[in-house]
């Protein structure tokens, strides 16, 4: 790639960033040494490593990185039997730890699970680890300069063996300094270290007083450092100590140096990979800071960018771009005022193309396109910068030939200002012929300028585009939007009038240009005026269009809704039959129940029977016609009544039970008798007629009860406690009970609360066969807390 491009675009300045989100040296040199790639194939497989990053970063946070080093030359030095120091085992030690911990972080250390990112995970997968090498180094290795007592047994019992040593030693050098025959000979009563020796300060003219080595003396030469002949064997106890432990830690570092360099290839691999690692990681964090996207990649030249932000510029205040070249047009001519943003534009279409062929991601929209060229070329000029350009026509025309030269198929050029700094004329005629050329070899071109000429060179070449950065001339401030289509006015006039300039000077200047520049302006600001109407009909078009979408959205949602409250309407309705039925089925039980109770008051014994009667229809119905005459009906009366019609009153002699005849007998004398709830076929001959006073007898007995249960029950019903499921029950036997003991008014006692309990009951007495009427109590009569019940 063209080192003038990368350097006017100013792709240095991405690399910086990619490299301050490296974590290694490693990482640093790669993503320092990084260019674009012209390949498509490679450029996919690039866009595809930093994708996998990204979504990394996003799902898992940032992957444990610190700790790699460049381990080579350690590496290298212990293959050639080197002995390495505590610090550069630590380094090795630290990088093995650092590739351990990456490969557990994407979950690969395990080596069956598969990979959700085949590329990352193939790099991760094939991480050497080393763990008994590194655990022995940070057992044995507390710091560059400390080496801990745990590295070998015999290193920790010569060090005790050091701290007894000295401790001897110093009791031995304390009573020498603390005996009274020698403090007057002492400078000062201390012990120190000359020579790794201990020594004690001994006045100068006591030196042959004080037997003892001389290891120094003072600057001045009044004080003599003397070590006693008492710890002279002491002290070279000790320095044989201190010898055998430096023998000591240099076996160690030597063992641990041979474990190095045993692991070596495997180390050294782990190198290349971390270095990849780091740098691809350090692709999805500019990514993430930069909110920017894997684009399309095609190899055909085609460009199409979606609100494309310059990475170096603020990304708060920068306006977005959309950039198309390529598929119907492959020249782009770019006009309007200086300050507008056409350099801006120039700049962003480059940098974004050496950044995608990069491997880098761009702040771009999804649905952005990018082409892979071979080439990227930009004529911006040295001290180009994104405000302004300070380019000179030769500086312009010597690169201009040097890309001339250089350019082939499937490239990209870039051009700012073409033809400017020449008379405009002959500026104008060199640009077009340039274009002309670039365009015949289907080259890529965008290109600034400000000559009439090319925007009707553009309007009348197919191939070649015109276009516009929008400038607003009410506030003299460019918009920054390119507008594709449609060329630029210079607004030379129009600005120079907003900035006071006399109308008359303007009017001159305006004679002064020819009939047809003027008219051709004229054009270009109506062809302005209607693309701004057009695309304000356009953004009110779009504007409507939403509403209609978010209203037929909105309805479609309603409809829905109604859709779902029909159907849990439907629901609701058959659950409220069901509930209906099944309290109906209550209700008809406890009334059977009732009656049931009444018999056995009446008359326990025949309850019994009946009872017995009962369960054995309800077992087996068949069998119970099929044996009703065999098994229960055993007595015969030997007057059979005659004459036998419905609705008469008749005992079943084998049951004892009363029952009332439903039809005339058949042929063979049978008749269908209801007895309770049971219907049953029998012969008239075990049937007698009643008699009316076992009637009399039997309403005597009702009336007994009736009397017993009036004189028991109670005008209220207190359910004050309950919940609904129980209160209701206690509110269908009391109405029972109070219907049979003759009360006319009850007062049900259910409390104000949440109202559940009284609106429930009101629900039960809505319909119950006894209740004549009800209300809400009364002022004294205890309120909403209290439901007053007519009986019928």
Request: charged fraction near 30%.
């Amino acid at each position: 790639m063209n080192e003038k491009t990368l350097r006017v675009l100013e792709y240095g300045k991405i690399i910086q960033l990619l490299v301050n989100k490296t974590e290694s040296s490693l990482g640093k040199d790669i993503a320092s040494n990084l260019s674009p790639s012209i390949d498509l194939e490679e450029v996919e497989y690039f866009q595809k490593e930093t994708d996998e990053a990204v979504s990394i970063l996003i799902k898992r946070g940032n992957p444990p990185l610190g700790g790699i080093h460049d381990v080579l030359p350690e590496v290298k030095r212990a293959e050639i039997g080197s002995v390495l120091s505590p610090g550069g085992l630590l380094k090795v030690a630290d990088t093995l730890r650092a590739a351990r911990r990456i490969k557990g972080f994407l979950g690969y250390d395990k080596g069956d699970r598969e990979s959700s990112y085949p590329l990352l995970g193939g790099l991760t997968n094939d991480l050497n680890t080393y763990r008994d090498v590194e655990e022995a180094i940070f057992n044995a290795i507390i710091s560059e300069e400390e080496i801990s007592d745990s590295a070998s047994s015999l290193l920790k019992s010569i060090r005790k063996q050091i701290i007894l040593k000295n401790d001897s030693i110093r009791n031995k050098l304390n009573s020498i300094i603390s005996s009274s025959s020698n403090k007057k000979m002492l400078q000062d009563g201390i012990i120190t270290i000359r020579e790794d020796r201990f020594v004690v300060p001994v006045k100068q003219e006591y030196r042959t007083s004080f037997p003892g080595l001389i290891h120094d003396q003072s600057s001045s030469g009044a004080t003599l450092f003397i070590e006693p002949m008492a710890v002279v064997q002491l002290n070279n106890e000790l320095k044989e100590l201190r010898l055998k432990e430096k023998a000591e830690i240099e076996r160690i570092l030597a063992e641990l140096t041979e474990n190095v360099a045993t692991a070596s290839d495997g180390i050294r691999e782990n190198q290349k990979k971390l270095a990849q690692i780091d740098f691809i990681f350090a692709k999805g964090k500019l990514s993430l800071n930069m909110k920017g996207i894997k684009p399309e990649l095609n190899g055909k030249g085609y460009i199409n960018i979606k609100k494309g932000r310059h990475p170096l510029l603020n990304v708060d205040k920068v306006v977005p771009t959309d950039i198309y070249i390529g598929d119907k047009f492959n020249t782009l001519v770019i006009t309007g005022p200086n300050t507008g943003g056409k350099t801006v534009t120039l700049k962003t279409l480059g940098l974004f193309t050496l950044m995608v062929q990069s491997g880098l991601q761009i702040p771009v929209e999804y649905g952005t396109k990018m082409a892979v060229f071979k080439n990227v070329f930009a004529d911006i000029g040295d001290e180009q910068s994104i405000e302004q350009s300070l380019s000179t026509f030769s500086s312009h025309m010597t690169n201009i030939v040097d890309i001339l030269k250089n350019v082939e198929d499937n490239s990209l050029v870039l051009f700012d200002e073409l033809g400017a700094g020449t008379d405009p004329t002959e500026g104008a005629a060199l640009a077009m012929a340039i274009l002309n050329h670039l365009h015949r070899i289907d080259v890529r071109t965008v290109a600034t300028t400000h000559y009439s000429e090319l925007k009707v060179y553009a309007l009348t070449t197919e191939g070649v585009e015109n276009a516009s950065v929008e400038f607003d001339v009410e506030t003299l401030s460019p918009t920054y939007r390119l507008l594709i289509g449609v060329p630029g006015k210079s607004n030379a006039f129009e600005i120079s009038k907003r900035l006071g300039l006399n109308d008359y000077i303007i009017q001159s200047a305006k004679e002064l240009v020819s009939k047809e520049n003027i008219e051709f302006e004229d054009i270009l600001a109506n062809i302005e005026r209607d693309r701004r109407e057009s695309e304000h009909n356009k953004e009110e078009t779009q504007r409507l269009k939403e509403e209609i979408q978010k209203l037929k959205s909105e309805l479609l949602e309603k409809k829905e809704k109604l859709e779902n409250m029909r159907d849990e309407t439907i629901r609701q309705a058959k659950r409220e039959a069901r509930k209906i039925l099944k309290d109906a089925k209550e209700e008809s039980e406890s009334i059977i129940n009732e009656i049931r109770n009444i018999s056995t008051e009446i008359e326990k014994e025949k309850n019994k029977r009946l009872q017995e009667a009962r369960d054995k229809i309800r077992t087996n119905l068949e069998s119970i016609e099929g044996d009703l005459s065999e098994n229960i009906i055993v007595k015969k009366n030997t007057k059979p009544p005659k004459n036998l019609k419905p609705g008469e009153n008749v005992i079943l002699l084998g049951l004892n039970q009363e029952g009332i005849v439903l039809n005339q007998p058949d042929e063979s004398g049978n008749v269908m008798v209801q007895v309770g709830i049971m219907k049953i076929s029998v012969h008239i001959s075990t049937l007698s007629r009643a008699r009316k006073e076992e009637k009399i007898e039997s309403k005597v007995a009702v009336k007994s009860i009736v009397r017993t249960k009036a004189s028991n029950i109670k005008n209220e019903l207190d359910l004050r406690g309950k919940n609904l499921d129980e209160a209701m029950l206690d509110v269908d036997k009391y109405l029972d009970d109070a219907y049979i003991a003759g009360l006319k008014t009850v007062y049900i006692i259910h409390g104000k609360g949440t109202g559940i309990l009284r609106e429930g009951i009101g629900q039960l007495l809505r319909g119950h066969k006894h209740v004549k009427s009800y209300r809400l109590g009364n002022y004294g009569e205890g309120g909403t807390g209290v439901t007053v019940v007519e009986i019928k």
